[in-house]
């Protein structure tokens, strides 16, 4: 077992190239007194809008003579990550009191823009020795003031840095702002001196090295966080086994005495005229319309699924630990680039299966299927950013690596898998024979509907995992740190297996009802639920969240509503799979001829 988790992280680490931080001179992160220790002014932002972050020197800090920027790697570019030289030197076991680290005369236009980011509670974000460190700009004084208009915005100009050493190693950082040292902003109309000053204390500790990022990690795992957690996984299984317990009883008795029936039927009389879900074999394996369509839908959802699989993978066994920055957007990248190739087999062999005969046309939109929305998101929300000037607008040389992978990687591996999946000869597997006209679906209540269906497939199972989700959000638009992926995974298992049942469920119910075409409705109401997860979205930016402004807003549903499409296409899948198995199964157990 410890070889398979060797090698796991063994192929993560290879296939998450540049994932490892550029070291110091020590590569091992050990230094002599006096050495100089990398420290990276990373990115400045609204705390409330964690997509909209600025350069650090956008601002008029300090600045370095002269300034270097560090090299990135992919993962960290799209995290938004833009690191430099700071302008505060802290040499190893090197302390200092008040030291000045310049000084500078800001414009008019200056303390504008520094009054302005103040009163939007403003952020620094840097890293030292990779370890990241935050701090305010400056604060707001509000006290005895009821007018907006008499708030008093002050500058911090004074850092202190507070570390922590084990000989020869820094294990922890963190950075308070001097109270008593402050520069008035208020009054922005002439120009303001600010002299900024840091100060630098060491202590020892007896933390060991690989222990240093812990701190990080159990911000979401202290007690009462893992009670809710817990309470929310416990809450969950006892609702599913209710219901899915509720509900295989019922169905295993109908099906019970639907066999007993049947068989009843055939030795009684022949002749006797069918009724239920039996009496349209001759049309339920009829193919569904837009075959090419489905297909493509199936093998796209089939390709989200296993990414999903090998991303929990990879979190499981350690390798996306707190602030590895960038590790799991390059992981996201590599692996669906990889995976592409298990797209084009499901849905080239599923449409073959299917008597399709126009395959290319098939691979195409298999390949534009999930890609085409996210390519036009992308492109209309890197436009945003860039008129914001922010750090999340990609490089030109960024987005000419990411379509090299989709040129080089992807498109050939789908184009691979398509003509694997074309000449795999699978055949449907169909027990019974397909009638050559399709019988009339006899009028259904408005609650047999696809929309109300829908609607009952998508709420069951996300209630299971509508708890979980508030810390899922609070991590990717917020400041939290996600690491128990093994409670995560537990949730997603529980997901799948309620989709699939509640899916199955509701196509029994509607065979019965004599309506044969459950193909896209089997796949419709198991991605259902990523439709509830884009409601969740309107009730978090509005109830839970302080997020505010266009590019934010634009960039939160912009990016949720292809999370959610994605979620729509793999449950989608995940259900149509289950129903496919349960009609086999039923009509492989009766005599239909």
């Given amino acids: 077992m410890e070889r398979i988790r060797a090698c796991l992280v063994a192929v993560a680490v290879v296939s998450l190239c540049g994932v490892a931080q550029v070291r110091s001179s020590a590569s091992d992160h050990r230094y002599k007194v006096g050495d100089e220790v990398p420290l990276y ?82 952020y620094f974000q840097m890293y030292y020795d990779d370890l990241p460190i935050w701090g305010f700009l400056g604060k ?126 055939e030795e009684s009389a022949d002749d006797q005229e069918e009724t239920g879900w039996k009496y349209i074999h001759g049309d339920v394996f009829r193919y569904p319309k837009h075959k090419s369509l489905f297909a493509a839908a199936l093998g796209s959802g089939t390709q989200l699924f296993t990414l999903t699989i090998f991303i929990f993978v990879l979190a499981l066994v350690g390798v996306f630990y707190p602030y590895n920055r960038g590790a799991l957007f390059t992981a996201l990248v590599v692996i669906y680039a990889l995976t592409s190739g298990i797209a084009g087999y499901t849905a080239a062999s599923f449409y073959c299966q299917l008597e399709g005969t126009n395959w290319v046309r098939n691979l195409l939109l298999t390949g534009s299927l999930f890609c085409g929305p996210l390519f036009v998101t992308f492109c209309f929300l890197n436009t945003v950013a860039i008129a914001y000037k922010a750090t999340a607008a990609l490089p030109f040389g960024t987005i000419v690596v990411i379509f090299l992978i989709w ?138 969240s302080d997020m505010s402004g266009f590019m934010q807003t634009s960039f939160f549903f912009g990016y949720m509503a292809c999370i959610c499409y994605g979620f729509f296409l793999m449950l989608g899948a995940i259900g149509f799979r289950a129903s496919l198995f349960f009609v086999r199964h039923i009509y492989r157990s009766i005599k239909c001829e």
Avoid at 76 to 105: H, M, Q, T, W
Avoid at 431 to 438: D, E, G, L, V
Avoid at 462 to 468: K, P, V
């Fill in 41 to 122: 002014a990373n990115k400045v932002g609204p705390f409330h809008n964690p997509s909209e972050t600025y350069r650090y020197f956008d601002f008029p800090f300090c600045s370095s003579a002269p300034v270097k920027e560090k090299k990135e790697a992919l993962g960290e570019v799209l995290n938004g990550d833009r690191l430099v030289s700071a302008p505060y030197k802290l040499e190893f076991l090197s302390e200092k009191e008040a030291e000045i680290a310049c000084k500078r005369k800001l414009t008019k236009g200056e303390v504008a823009k520094f009054s302005t980011a103040v009163s939007k509670d403003y």
């Fill in 140 to 265: 707001v004084d509000k006290e005895g003031k009821a007018d907006p208009s008499e708030y008093k915005y002050y500058l911090f100009k004074h850092l202190i840095f507070e570390i922590l050493h084990n000989k020869d190693r820094v294990i922890e950082i963190t950075v308070r702002s001097d109270p008593n040292a402050l520069v008035d902003l208020t009054e922005d109309d002439e120009p303001v001196n600010v002299d900024f000053m840091y100060t630098v204390k060491w202590k020892e500790t007896d933390t060991p090295f690989e222990k240093r990022m812990d701190k990080y990690s159990l911000s979401s795992s202290l007690p009462h966080h893992l009670e809710i957690h817990w309470f929310s996984i416990i809450n969950s299984c006892v609702t599913v086994l209710l219901l899915t317990g509720f509900l295989a009883t019922i169905l295993m008795r109908v099906l019970k005495n639907d066999f007993v029936k049947y068989a009843h039927d």
């Fill in 407 to 544: 040129a080089l990687v992807t498109s050939p591996l789908l184009v691979l898998g398509g003509i694997a999946g074309k000449n795999s000869k699978a055949e449907f597997q169909a027990p019974c024979r397909t009638t050559k006209y399709p019988r009339e679906i006899p009028p259904l209540p408005w609650y047999r509907k696809t929309l109300p269906q829908m609607a009952m497939a998508g709420f069951l199972p996300f209630s299971a995992i509508y708890i979980e989700l508030y810390y899922i959000f609070a991590s990717v638009w917020g400041h939290r740190i996600y690491t128990i992926y093994s409670i995560l995974f537990i949730v997603f298992i529980i997901l799948l297996i309620v989709t699939a049942f509640i899916t199955v469920a509701l196509t029994y119910f509607q065979l019965a009802a004599e309506d044969h075409e459950w193909w896209w409705r089997s796949f419709l109401c198991g991605g259902s639920t990523g439709m509830f997860i884009y409601a969740y979205c309107l009730y978090y930016y509005n109830a839970r």
